[in-house]
């Protein structure tokens, strides 16, 4: 057993899901109240329609000075067997509207293009939904895609769709979950997320072990990495279990993150499989 003939039993295609990564980034930023937003929002639903058992759009505004945010959370069912304890598949839709750590202060009002940091952890997912179209899980898997993580500038206006989405919860919001951002990166290194570990030790445990087991050994090492404000923490205050996998090292010195330089040519269809091998395998081991 081993090498490449356990290799090509995965199913999982790095290449397709990095399609949906270039194709999230052509919509343009996905800032909330612009055109790139609702396009890619539209095409999220369409594409997940044919592949999901049921796909809702949870629709709500953020009142902003004198405005309001139009946002979306998406919503994907597959039902699987109901006695069962079913999995959360998360990643966030949407993209910074500032450049912020651009060296250049004229740049810093520019929206990021969101390769690594919104499209990547989408575009996992996307391929997921066709392998869970393909082969049914035998567990309920529920996939939301969350709007408004990166709004900001500050953290008080973050996580807006995972907020809402935990005030809003589903009564079949499964229990355990994964999170995925920022997963994209060529030079992909996922230590454990350090509130993760504390929220979620049973499913950090299980999805680096099967890392472990499918050869991902570098991409997820098993050291516990800085802690990280993310959409998990509102999930953790309703008690989900839930762990971000995330590679908050984007570049030389982190200078990618934040900048106009997260543009797909710093992704690879290969950390997308890598990351889709594990997490698929951590779905079909739900029986
Ligand atoms: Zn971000």
Redo the contacts with the bound molecule.
């Keep these: 057993m081993g090498g490449p003939q356990t290799e090509a039993r995965r199913p999982f295609d790095g290449r397709l899901a990095f399609r949906h990564l270039e194709r999230q980034v052509q919509f343009g930023p996905r800032v909330p109240n612009t055109a790139g937003h609702r396009d890619c929002r539209d095409y999220l639903v369409e594409t997940l329609r044919p592949l999901a058992q049921r796909v809702e759009r949870q629709d709500f505004t953020y009142p902003l000075g004198g405005d309001s945010l139009q946002m979306s959370n998406i919503v994907a069912r597959w039902t699987g067997q109901r006695s069962l304890p079913g999995v959360l598949l998360c990643a966030h839709w949407d993209t ?1 509207p500032t450049a912020d750590y651009e060296r250049d202060p004229a740049r810093r009002r520019t929206p990021i293009p969101g390769a690594n ?2 499209a990547s952890g989408v575009a996992v997912l996307l391929e997921v939904a066709r392998l869970l179209k393909s082969s049914p899980p035998t567990a309920p898997v529920m996939i939301v895609f969350f709007d408004g ?2 709004y900001g500038p500050g953290l008080d206006r973050m996580f807006l769709g995972a907020r809402y989405f935990a005030d809003h919860l589903p009564a079949d919001v499964p229990r355990r979950g994964v999170l995925l951002d920022m997963i994209g990166d060529k030079n992909l290194r996922i230590p454990q997320e350090a509130n993760s570990r504390a929220a979620a030790p049973t499913v950090m445990k299980e999805v680096y072990a099967i890392a472990a087991r499918l050869g991902y050994g570098s991409q997820f090492p098993a050291r516990t990495g800085p802690a990280i404000e993310d959409d998990h923490i509102p999930l953790h205050g309703k008690g989900l279990q839930v762990i971000d996998l995330i590679d908050f090292d984007y570049g030389p010195g982190h200078n990618w ?2 900048t106009l330089q997260d543009t797909p040519d710093k992704c690879s269809p290969n950390s997308l499989k890598a990351v889709g091998d594990v997490v698929l395998e951590w779905v079909r081991g739900r029986r």
């Design positions: 910074r940091d919104g993580e990166d993150w934040h």
